[in-house]
């Protein structure tokens, strides 16, 4: 282990009292943690706000073991401490990275594999909205679910932090791209950002409409419940379905003869307890096919709004009224 800069011994964080609402994110004081071989301790500078950090907060996603109580699975910010066996990065750095959690702190540890750089041209601020989406569309939609040039592809959410990233990232790549969004003003910032089609799902049936297209290819879906049934009806012959959240349900009754008459594929993932190697790889195609179209400007994160780190229980609030186009970052540091 190195500790090349003096740091101290205690940070501010917000912790979870309790599960429950948001108001159960509480400021706190914690001891700055220490590199274990293979980690870094970043100074967080922002720090992102994502859906399972709520779900942490409500008891419903427990960390895996080994990992911090605090939440937060992205941040931003500066390099202050190496552990051994950490060649890849120097005291000083700029990086952005994937958390096991902790990222609700003024500094907080992760494996050195997790880090990538700030992309050239991208703020701190901007770079903490990278990880927890970018890690989970890619492997999602490009290392599970495949997604090939002019296939159609549907994202429900699309004005989500993840519907933002998967727009983009798939249009990037010569998909159709579909998206399902709540609102007007939402359906037309997914179109801004490379949709063909924004499906106002208030008023308009996404099953149809993806039907008359002959089925879509692949659907990344967050909303489970009853879309699952309905998924399986858009997609067409030999689709792709990969669901990666259920925020209206878990449990759903299917038709197994429109699997097999579809040659349908089904499938999901969680990305916080994959293993450290099965992250890094995730972060070395991301440096490898989706860094340089961020540096080049064909790709960005949808930014909405920041609050300070004592605030996280409005951040809270206003992620889960859905109101909300792109991320919502932390000021930490």
Same mark, same amino acid.
């Given at each position: ?34 590199? #274990?071989? *293979?980690? $870094? ?6 720090? *992102? ?10 008891? +419903? ?60 041209? %991208? ?21 599970? *679910?495949? +997604? ?13 932090? /993840? ?10 790549? *010569? ?23 924004? $499906? ?8 149809? $409409? ?7 290819? %692949? ?23 990969? #669901?990666?959240?259920? +925020? ?5 009754? /299917?038709?197994?003869? @429109? ?10 993932? #969680?990305?916080?307890? @994959? ?17 340089? %179209? $961020? ?39």
């Amino acid at each position: 282990m190195s500790l090349p800069i003096s740091l101290p011994s205690t940070m501010r964080a917000v912790e979870i009292t309790e599960a429950g609402a948001p108001e159960v994110l509480q400021l706190c004081e914690r001891s700055v943690p220490v590199p #274990n071989a *293979g980690e $870094i301790i970043i100074k967080v500078a922002y720090a *992102g706000v994502n859906r399972p950090d709520a779900l942490q907060r409500a008891g +419903l996603y427990n960390p895996p073991a080994g990992a911090s109580d605090l939440p937060g699975l992205e941040g931003a910010g500066e390099v202050v401490a190496i552990g051994s066996d950490v060649t890849k990065w120097r005291v000083g750095d700029q990086v952005c990275a994937l958390l096991p959690g902790g990222g609700y702190a003024e500094y907080v540890a992760t494996p050195a594999v997790h880090a990538l750089p700030v992309p050239n041209g %991208l703020s701190l601020r901007e770079a903490a909205c990278l990880p927890e989406t970018f890690f989970t569309v890619w492997s999602n939609v490009f290392m599970r *679910g495949g +997604l090939q040039s002019g296939e159609k592809f549907l994202v429900h959410g699309g004005s989500s932090g /993840i519907g933002t990233t998967a727009i983009q990232l798939a249009r990037a790549f *010569g998909a159709r791209v579909f998206a399902t969004a709540g609102s007007a003003e939402k359906c037309a910032a997914c179109v801004d950002l490379g949709a063909e089609r924004a $499906i106002n799902y208030h008023d308009e049936d996404f099953v149809e $409409i993806l039907g008359a297209e002959g089925g879509a290819d %692949l659907i990344l879906d967050m909303v489970g419940g009853s879309y699952f049934p309905r998924n399986l009806k858009a997609l067409g012959l030999d689709g792709r379905l990969v #669901n990666i959240a259920f +925020l209206t349900g878990m449990k759903s009754e /299917i038709n197994l003869l @429109q699997v097999m008459t579809k040659r349908l594929t089904l499938t999901g993932s #969680n990305l916080r307890p @994959q293993s450290v190697a099965a992250k890094a790889r995730i972060a070395d195609e991301l440096l490898s096919h989706v860094w340089p %179209l $961020i540096a080049a400007g064909q790709v960005a994160p949808v930014m909405h709004s920041d609050f300070a780190l004592e605030d996280a229980a409005e951040a809270h609030r206003l992620m889960e009224t859905n109101a909300h186009i792109g991320k919502i970052v932390l000021r930490v540091g």
